[in-house]
């Protein structure tokens, strides 16, 4: 019997994972069964399997024990593939994307597929398709250079997991979004009577200042949306007090067309899934457009199309296409483009990078860490990655059933956590060993967090 689990976390917080990653363990050795798990988590895959094949455009470039893997790659691709991914544990200063695309299978069906974007490829890699060869005990690489790049490649991994950096941060000015006191119930329906309110805010107040990144964890139903909702105007809070820019923006209804006005500019968010997030039956061009016209004061709208696909790194020709024919980063990347089309001087990113692979999740955090820089926007980044909220947050706020259990710089709170329910959701990061060699998933109970 074999089971077969095609991306079975995508898109799950940590601690849900974990159950998952737990219950296929249990049913694969209750039952006796070949476990085939398809992802493009690495932690993932490390956490659970004895063997990984990696694949690369329609062929397997590498196989080899999970563990030895995880330390000392055989293919360049594999090496690119550990080095797009964010470390949980330290910073790192320049994400690592694979450069370029994968080829379709059968235009490289007689040449390493890989070649095109590999550093060390040689005219000879290209002069046939290199077939798996043994590279160790039970391990196999489809490059015909390992022996000649093997130490150097060795030596990047080593480097980069060796490499720590600190984050500039910015200094404290005025608060661009301040929440005090916010609280939320969402209730059933007269209908549903047997259903019970659910507490989604509780008491929650965060300051988020000019130019600074926080970020915002916790499991599913801890809150985290219900917070982007409430300042986007899209949920109204029971009771408490938003002000955006100096503006009470508590009930959007309350507000004037020009505060309005000024709120929408000033806030923009990049949502989790891209291929929801675009109109399918207009192009790149118009929906950009469309944004331009609200700003207002756009005097070409062709070159200022062109400028925004261009700070996402997208050519121009782009803006002729169908949201159809773009894959999920460059989808997430048009997404970027029109929420910062506005100029907006706080970003909102609800779980922008979970449904992306490793090379592009590294190339859309670049992308906004970049255009952070360039323009000095504040971000609340939501996400249940603590890998990601750690490149990309300079403080962190902890969620536990819509109250915050927990905050402080990132570095802090990741490297030292006060909290029991912060130290749980460490502990489910796949991947993440305990001194007894076995990864610890412990997802807090119905009695919630100790105190």
Same mark, same amino acid.
């Given at each position: ?111 390493? &597929? ?26 196999? =690489? ?22 720590? =950096? ?27 009577? =047997? ?17 600074? =990144? ?39 209804? &309350? ?197």
């Amino acid at each position: 019997e074999v089971l077969i689990a095609d991306e079975p976390t995508t898109a799950l917080d940590v601690t849900t994972q974990a159950e998952v990653l737990q219950l296929l363990k249990e049913i694969q050795q209750r039952r006796g069964m070949a476990l085939i798990l398809i992802t493009h988590d690495l932690r993932v895959a490390f956490s659970v399997c004895d063997q990984i094949q990696v694949m690369y455009a329609g062929s397997v470039v590498e196989q080899a024990p999970a563990r030895e893997l995880m330390t000392v790659p055989a293919h360049p691709y594999s090496l690119s593939l550990l080095l797009a991914e964010p470390p949980v544990d330290h910073y790192v200063e320049l994400l690592t994307a694979v450069p370029g695309a994968v080829p379709p299978a059968d235009a490289v069906a007689r040449t390493c &597929a890989f070649a095109a974007r590999c550093e060390w490829a040689r005219p000879g890699c290209t002069s046939a398709r290199p077939p798996l060869r043994p590279a160790g005990t039970g391990r196999a =690489s489809a490059c015909v250079r390992l022996d000649d790049i093997h130490e150097e490649m060795q030596h990047r991994l080593t480097s980069r997991q060796r490499a720590t =950096s600190t984050p500039a941060r910015p200094e404290k000015g005025t608060p661009i979004a301040s929440l005090t006191d916010v609280r939320k119930t969402y209730r059933p329906a007269r209908l549903l009577r =047997s259903a019970r309110a659910v507490t989604a805010l509780d008491a929650v107040g965060i300051e988020i200042f000019a130019g600074e =990144s926080v970020g915002l964890v916790g499991e599913t139903g801890s809150g985290k949306t219900t917070i982007a909702r409430t300042i986007l105007g899209l949920t109204k809070p029971d009771s408490g007090t938003i002000r955006l820019g100096g503006i009470d923006a508590s009930s959007y209804r &309350a507000l004037s067309r020009e505060q309005t006005r000024q709120v929408r500019r000033m806030v923009q968010a990049v949502f989790q899934d891209p291929y929801a997030s675009l109109n399918p039956a207009l192009n790149v061009g118009s929906t950009l457009r469309e944004v331009l016209k609200v700003r207002g004061d756009c005097t070409d709208p062709q070159r200022e199309v062109a400028d925004l696909l261009g700070l996402v790194g997208l050519p121009p020709g782009y803006g002729q296409r169908r949201p159809a024919l773009l894959s999920g980063g460059e989808r997430q990347r048009v997404a970027i483009a029109r929420a910062i089309a506005l100029r907006p001087r706080l970003l909102i990113c609800d779980e922008p990078v979970a449904a992306l692979d490793v090379s592009a999740q590294a190339q859309v955090l670049e992308l906004l860490r970049d255009l952070r820089r360039r323009y000095g926007m504040s971000m609340l980044f939501i996400t249940h990655d603590l890998s990601v909220v750690r490149q990309m947050t300079d403080r962190i706020v902890v969620l536990y059933r819509g109250r915050i259990v927990e905050t402080g710089e990132t570095s802090a709170v990741l490297g030292g956590p006060r909290h029991a329910y912060t130290r749980q959701l460490l502990e489910a990061v796949p991947g993440r060993e305990a001194a007894d060699g076995e990864a610890q998933h412990r997802p807090p109970g119905d009695d919630g967090p100790a105190r």
